[in-house]
């Protein structure tokens, strides 16, 4: 007998018989780029990736440093210094990650002053350099939680993570953290999302990664056998994340509160996002098909 090839309404209904009307247990959620994202809009994630850009602030910390490039010169310095190998370690960000970044400002700014890295160090651990990427996260996560779903954090990082959130307010919304620098494993590769589900209790198949790479979010999640939606593409909000959920199957009306998916089922949905969500919906947020 060859393999049963089910519809996207039969396999979130096999999912539903099978975990007691949720898609999923667990909601897992990439840091920078879908949690968070920098509060300087030309300096988008300095210190964490390749395809953030560091300039704006490398250059206006730096200049009391002596720092002479122009943002031009430091973004292209550092993309170069990115994309070398890094030899010390198979992972950038081990521990504090401070070797790996002391080579990437020196090399982008050509100041080797130590000051001059720690403040910058420094100041990408506390709230005035990021924000929440979505303002509805919150209440969403909380229903969520109420509701049974657990979450956790899934990022490549240093050991600076778990100080930023507790600056943004939002370690308490998680059940777990799954920092690259604690669990000796960067996305894409499978381990971080087997230890984050390992951390939750949940098994892969029980649980949804969202993210904005393709390659390590989306990519990685599926090779260790989770469900993953693209943050941007997929959806573009957490609470476009439960809405669309709701209509097309990709999270469980369930996972907000809603016992069914049919008559009084579906205007109990939309109650509930209202309470969950806030009050103004996003534009072009697709409605309930009733």
């Known amino acids: 007998m060859g393999p049963i090839i089910l519809g996207l309404k039969d396999y979130e209904d096999y999912r539903r018989a099978l975990y007691g009307g949720m898609t999923h247990k667990a909601l897992l959620v990439d840091a920078v780029g879908t949690l968070v994202v920098p509060s300087q809009p030309m300096a988008q994630a300095p210190l964490l990736s390749l395809s953030l850009s560091p300039e704006l602030i490398y250059r206006q910390i730096g200049e009391k440093y002596g720092v002479e490039y122009s943002e031009a010169e430091i973004l292209n310095r550092y993309r170069r210094a990115y994309e070398q190998p890094w030899g010390r370690s198979r992972l950038r960000y081990v521990n504090d990650g401070r070797p790996f970044w002391q080579y990437i400002v020196s090399s982008s700014t050509g100041c080797s002053d130590s000051q001059y890295f720690e403040e910058l160090y420094n100041y990408y651990t506390t709230e005035k350099a990021w924000h929440l990427c979505d303002p509805d996260a919150e209440n969403v996560f909380k229903s969520l939680r109420n509701a049974g779903v657990k979450l956790a954090v899934v990022s490549n990082f240093d050991t600076r993570l778990r100080p930023l959130l507790r600056a943004l307010n939002c370690d308490n919304w998680f059940d777990a953290v799954a920092v690259s620098a604690e669990v000796a494993a960067e996305k894409p590769n499978p381990t971080i999302f087997l230890k984050a589900c390992d951390f939750l209790g949940v098994k892969p198949e029980d649980a949804v990664h969202v ?68 009050k103004d919906r996003s534009p072009g947020l697709k409605k309930d098909r009733s």
């Open 211 to 278: 993210g904005d790479d393709r390659r390590n979010d989306i990519w990685g999640a599926r090779d260790a056998g989770c469900d993953a939606w693209l943050w941007g593409s997929d959806v573009h909000s957490f609470k476009e994340m439960v809405s669309q959920g709701m209509s097309e199957g990709r999270f469980a009306l369930e996972s907000v509160g809603c016992s069914v998916v049919t008559g009084r089922g579906k205007a109990n949905a939309q109650g509930i996002m209202d309470t969950c969500c806030s």
